[in-house]
Structure formats: C-alpha cells, structure tokens
C-alpha cells in the first residue's frame, strides 16, 4: 500500500534560519510522482513541486530546495534564509502513475508539518 | 488566470440533511478532483471527475457522489449527514489529469 509519512508534526524556527521538512513514502510501483504542496492559513494548497520517479537531480527553486533520494525513500523540502510569510503547514504528497505515464490525480498526502517562522 | 474557484466558502448543516458543493475549474482545464480535509484524517482524495465521468475514486461510502458539466464544473453532494462529515472540502483542476493539479480555497462544513 502507499503511503507518505512526514515525522516532524511542528518545527519551529527563527527568521533567517535554513529548515528541512522530512518526507519519507513507501510504494511498490516502480513509476510514480512526489508533490510537495504549502497550505497557509487560508486553507488554500499551494502547488509548489512535481517530481516524477526518475528523476533524483535536485531541484532549487529560490530559496526552496528539494532531495530527491530513491534509496531511502526521501524527498525532503528545505527553505534557506526563513521568512514570517513561510510559515504555513507544509504537506508532500504521492501519486500513482498510469501505465503510459502521467500521474493519476489520486494523491496521497502526509499528515503535514506545521512551520512556524517567529520574526 | 483565474484560480480555482469554490462556492459556498462556509456552510452549516443539521445532521441528516443533504449538501451539495461546488467547484469551477480553471479555465482550459478538464479534470476536477475532490478531497475531504479533517484533523483526524487528514486529506483524502474522494473522487476525480474529467469530461463528465468519474474516471477515479476514494475509499468513501455512497453518501458522497459528486458529477461533472460540460463546462468542467463539477458539484459534490453528500446525502444523509453525519456529524464526521464535518471538514474542509478541497476541489482541485488539472489540465489533463495527469499533471498538477490546482486547489481552490475550499469549503468549510460544519455538521451540527
């Protein structure tokens, strides 16, 4: 069975600060699509990364960085130099492939981890 | 662009009565999925809809059905209420369905 595990419920950081949000998944399917989405107190899921199964090359992105790592089942998310307005709950999220490719749009989600970026 | 829109953003139901939502995608896009929201559960995917037919679902139990226009606009109904129904209902559009999907902001249900 899929799933997506996210350890780290709360973390807590001082502006300026790097942070890391862990994200570890399991699933037998040799294709598939990790997300990373951000959900500030709006409600609203902010789209903020696809990666699909075959690509580990890491991706930067500004401040936000991701570590795609297929050996250990991990595609961490981490922001460089935090800021107030990054602080949200932080969701990463895997999906099905479809045999010719493409993700299903069945996502399944972490628990969440609550950023918290004191000034 | 306009974003993904979601009417009503708040409602407040009595248990056993019925609800209907709605969910206009972004323009161009044909695929809508559905997702429930609660503190226990967490998000879980209900259903996605593209060019009228529901093409994927959830583990969900047939009180929740949901139906998809021609113009892409989909609405989702939940029958009979619970009290655990209570939770936020994210829609979300895809181009395709196969790429990634944008959220709206949701809807709140509270089922007293």
């Known amino acids: 069975a899929q799933k997506v595990t996210q350890a780290q419920t709360e973390i807590s950081v001082v502006e300026k600060e790097d942070v890391t949000l862990d994200c570890v998944y399991e699933t037998r399917d040799t294709t598939y699509y990790l997300f990373w989405y951000k959900q500030p107190p709006s409600g609203e899921l902010v789209f903020l990364i696809r990666r699909n199964s075959f690509d580990e090359q890491n991706e930067i992105s500004g401040r936000y960085s991701w570590n795609f790592q297929k050996s250990t089942s991990s595609f961490n998310f981490t922001i460089t130099a935090s800021q107030v307005v990054d602080s949200a709950v932080y969701f990463c999220a895997l999906s099905e492939a479809m045999n010719y490719g493409g993700a299903t749009n069945k996502l399944i989600f972490g628990t969440g981890t609550l950023l918290a970026v004191q000034p | 662009k306009a974003g993904v829109t979601q009417t009503p953003r708040y409602l407040i139901k009595t248990r056993g009565q019925q609800v209907t939502l709605s969910c206009s995608p972004i323009?161009?896009?044909?695929?809508v999925s559905w997702y429930q929201q609660t503190p226990g559960q967490g998000l879980q995917f209900l259903f996605e809809y593209f060019s009228e037919t529901q093409r994927n679902k959830g583990n969900f139990p047939g009180r929740f059905s949901g139906r998809q226009f021609s113009n892409s606009r989909s609405e989702m109904n939940v029958s009979t209420l619970e009290l655990g129904d209570s939770a936020l209902y994210l829609c979300?559009?895809?181009?395709?369905?196969?790429?990634?999907?944008?959220f709206g902001p949701g809807t709140r249900l509270t089922v007293t």
């Open positions: 323009s161009g896009h044909r695929s």
């Open positions: 979300a559009s895809s181009f395709t369905g196969r790429d990634e999907q944008y």
